[in-house]
């Protein structure tokens, strides 16, 4: 962890406002130069927590809880990731169904 004694914080951000980017897998908040700050997850899980502009000198404190970064390389499902109202029971296909009789109805392709 740095010492963050020294450094001239513009704000402290709480974790949830900021917005997660998966394929970068960093966090990012704007900044009033309109950029924005970000903070790596790995950064994160070695329990950093300031997010820097790269367009400018500000930076923020994230407030986050240590818990919820495992150490680990596999990262489990965040609880807002999983969405009950969608499940694969509501789904629905196009495909042809079996016939009246339990037979399956055939289909003709031309080449």
Do not use: N
């Not at 897998?25 to 900044?31: F, G, K, Q, V």
């Not at 950064?43 to 923020?60: Q, T």
């Amino acid at each position: 962890m740095t010492d963050t004694s020294s450094l001239s914080i513009y704000d402290e951000i709480e974790i949830e406002d900021m917005t997660y980017d998966p394929a970068l897998e960093i966090y990012h908040y704007p900044c009033p130069c309109g950029d924005r700050f970000e903070i790596a997850i790995a950064d994160l899980r070695d329990g950093e927590e300031i997010a820097v502009c790269p367009s400018c000198s500000l930076m923020v404190r994230v407030i986050f809880d240590v818990v919820y970064f495992p150490s680990s390389a596999l990262r489990p499902t965040p609880p807002w990731a999983v969405s009950p109202a969608f499940s694969s029971s509501s789904w629905s296909d196009d495909l042809p169904k079996e016939g009246q009789d339990g037979a399956a109805t055939s289909i003709a392709v031309q080449a």
